[in-house]
């Protein structure tokens, strides 16, 4: 059976979960990172020399990089749902994921980690505050691209929903400034009413 090394409330293990429960595919999820600890053991370094999670096993094959990941699982077990089969589409898919990644996270980040991981006394405001308007400015680039879009790359959910859900499962409950998207907000609420989004995604953040 598929192993899914992570804890089930990281962000980048929740991808995987999401998408397994999405396509009823059986996992063996095994908790490790933070107060699990785990990922500093050599064995789980000769896995995933970056220390971090998730990583998983399938039939021998290792892998990590929670986009990587969801890309594998959803071609090999979702092609042409998940895994969009028509290049263009896949492309989109493709460069959604990366952008979140890549743009959206980093954004956020600061403002996650400042009002989460933090204790009180140890938060920069400052960084609070600027985190703050670019999320709000990448989100407002996300709700014009939604306009007329029932999923990010099109009228099918893929797995580019897949790796958003996660991320905007925290910005939607850390506490901060967050402005109102018509889109955005409809997409979201799309993604969070799916019962495999209950399951993998809605759980305590901190
Ligand atoms: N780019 C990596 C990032 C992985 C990452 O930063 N994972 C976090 C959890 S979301 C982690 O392992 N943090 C340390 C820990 O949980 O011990 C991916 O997408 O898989």
């Known amino acids: 059976m598929l192993k899914i090394w992570g804890r089930a409330n990281s962000s980048n293990l929740k991808k995987v979960t999401w998408l397994c429960e999405e396509i009823a595919l059986p996992y063996n999820r095994i908790d490790a990172g933070m107060n699990f600890g785990v990922v500093n053991t050599p064995e789980y370094r000769?896995?995933?020399?970056?220390?971090?999670?998730?990583?998983?096993?399938?039939?021998g094959f290792v892998l990590w990089e929670s986009n990587a990941i969801v890309r594998y699982l959803a071609a090999k077990h979702s092609?042409?749902?998940?895994?969009?089969t028509d290049l263009k589409v896949r492309a989109d898919a493709d460069r959604w994921?990366?952008?979140?990644?890549?743009?959206?996270?980093?954004?956020?980040?600061?403002v996650f980690w400042n009002l989460i991981?933090?204790?009180?006394?140890?938060?920069?405001?400052?960084?609070?505050?600027?985190?703050?308007q670019k999320t709000g400015e990448m989100l407002g680039r996300l709700d014009g691209?939604?306009?007329?879009?029932?999923?990010?790359?099109?009228?099918?959910?893929?797995?580019?929903?897949?790796?958003?859900?996660?991320?905007l499962y925290l910005v939607q409950n850390v506490p901060f400034d967050r402005p109102k998207l018509a889109n955005y907000d409809v997409w979201y609420a799309r993604l969070a009413e799916?019962?495999?989004f209950k399951k993998a995604v809605t759980l305590p953040i901190a």
């Open 79 to 84: 092609a042409g749902k998940f895994w969009p």
């Open 117 to 132: 991981r933090t204790p009180a006394d140890k938060r920069s405001q400052k960084e609070i505050d600027e985190g703050a």
């Open 46 to 59: 000769k896995l995933n020399p970056n220390g971090l999670v998730p990583t998983i096993e399938d039939e």
């Open 145 to 167: 691209y939604l306009a007329g879009r029932q999923f990010v790359a099109g009228d099918q959910i893929t797995m580019a929903d897949i790796a958003f859900g996660p991320i």
């Open 194 to 196: 799916r019962p495999a």
């Open 97 to 110: 994921m990366d952008w979140c990644t890549s743009t959206l996270w980093p954004a956020f980040r600061p």
